[in-house]
């Protein structure tokens, strides 16, 4: 850059001369030098770029593994519109940053550089006086980009906003319409897509006033250049074709300047969206394997709960001082009233919460003593709802692992009594299913769910019966399977119908968070007790 300040100098020199040769020469150069520039602008700009997208690939990456990682309790109070918008525009974001830093912010200070030590060198007294105001710049710029950041978390938290209200509405959109509510949703999304054009426009707001505002000091620094230049020309101490170089130097601060100050803004706007990424980062789960814990080896499936108490972590006690023996091999099933702690029990198996007291053992083993994904890949869960993913059938049964032998596959859909539906399908086992895919029916889903967990082939058994009630054939299906899955496991169901309560070894009744009462069917109807009163409740509807 100071070379072309160099050269414009030069060139006004000779045109002062009229010495065609020297403007010749010098045009060549010119050109040359340009051609030169644009190849390198290309390789700078494409290396750039790959930098910067592999920054924001690896970040994407780490953030996703970590915030898998963390307590369920932290997505049941996150929204995931929000979680998804700060993976994907928010890091967006960041990586714009990173690149325009590494493009424009590096070069301009560089070029910055070298233009004032060119002019220094032309003019020093000149030079002081053009950074004169440079400070003021600064104070001006630092003020509004603290503005900036402020309007901008706003900003950023009103679009993750939106963006969760679309997931929340464009999700139960068959509930939107059954309940007609679509002109409700719609004043909704109208009144958080206004808080964000309010938001976005204070931000924009305050970069209108910064420019002119910042504008209106440059130019203050120019005029008195001309002012101080035209009286050391009148004192003879400068000539016109010096001061001509003087001024183009000055030409090509401003360019660096104003990029400097439009990426100095944009640093800041980013800053709310990178804050929101870290905060991510910042929060560690509380469950988690201890740096020494050992693989759980292939189990027996013995359960102990010893004193168990938990709270969850918003405070509701669940279970109180729970004491339980599970043999190998044997289902019980847990009985109770809604929120009497039949869930909480299975969930506190495969670690989703520690309890705050007494402990949890597998075949002996304190089950906080040792991995976590060896101590959950040990425990399959045949849940209430199936949650299917966007693949194949084949995948959804074989969920998790990266490469399965198909015949193993089938030969779990049989077991589960899902291979004929699934034939049925046009693609059969390659049939897509999740969000774009085949239509299920309730029971047929359950039979894929008990197909995963036929793959899985755990020691420990969670069932959590469905509680809406399926047609008479498809519950016979269904039952069919769990029965032939049920076979030499440790078996935990959760009887919300006491539909599955037939064919366990054990029926633990619980209620507001201890067991009340244990024992077969017909012990516990014979001793008139807890669970004589819900059976006969559910048998008189
Ligand atoms: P059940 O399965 O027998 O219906 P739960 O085990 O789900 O009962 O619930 C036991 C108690 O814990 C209830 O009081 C319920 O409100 C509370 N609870 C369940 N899940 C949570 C949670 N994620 N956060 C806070 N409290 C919870």
Sequence with gaps: MPLLAYALQRMAHFVGA????????????ALVGFVGRGACQYGQDALMAKASLRVVLALRQHVFRH?????????????TGDLSYRLTEDLDRVGEVVHKFFHQTVPDVLVLVAVLGYMLYLNAPLTAATLAIAPLVGLAIGWFGERLLTSSRRSQDRIADLASLLTESLGGIQTVKAFAAENYE?????????????????????KSVQYPVVGFLYALSVIIVFWLGGWQISAGHLTGSEFVGFIAGVALLIDPIVQLTDNF????????SLDRVFVLLDRHPQVQSHPQADILPVIQGKVEFEGVT????????????????VAPGEAIALVGASG?????VVKLLPRFYD??????????IDIRSVTLPSLRRQIGIVPQETVLFSGTIAQNIAYGQFEFDLAEVEHAAKIANAHDFICALPDGYQSSVGERGVNLSGGQRQRLAIARAVMLDPKILVLDEATSALDAESEALVQEALDRLMQGRTVFAIAHRLAT?????????????????????????????????????????
């Design 18 to 29: 009229g010495n065609l040769v020297g403007i010749s020469w010098l045009s060549g150069i």
């Design 67 to 79: 915030v898998q990682t963390l307590d369920l309790d932290y997505f049941a109070l996150s929204r």
């Design 186 to 206: 719609a004043s909704r999304f109208g009144t958080f897509a206004r808080l964000n054009y309010e938001a976005r426009f204070r931000s924009e707001h305050v």
């Design 265 to 272: 803004n944009h640093i800041r706007q980013t800053q709310a």
């Design 310 to 325: 938990f709270s969850y972590p918003s405070g509701a006690t669940a279970l109180q001082h729970v004491d339980l023996q």
């Design 340 to 344: 009497a702690g039949k869930s909480t």
């Design 355 to 364: 309890p705050q007291a007494g402990r949890i053992l597998i075949d002996g």
């Design 501 to 541: 309560v037939r064919n366990v070894d054990r029926i633990v009744v619980l209620e507001q968070g201890t067991i009340v009462e244990m024992g077969s069917h017909s012990e516990l109807l014979a001793c008139q007790g807890r669970y004589a009163e819900y059976h006969a409740k559910q048998f008189m509807r």
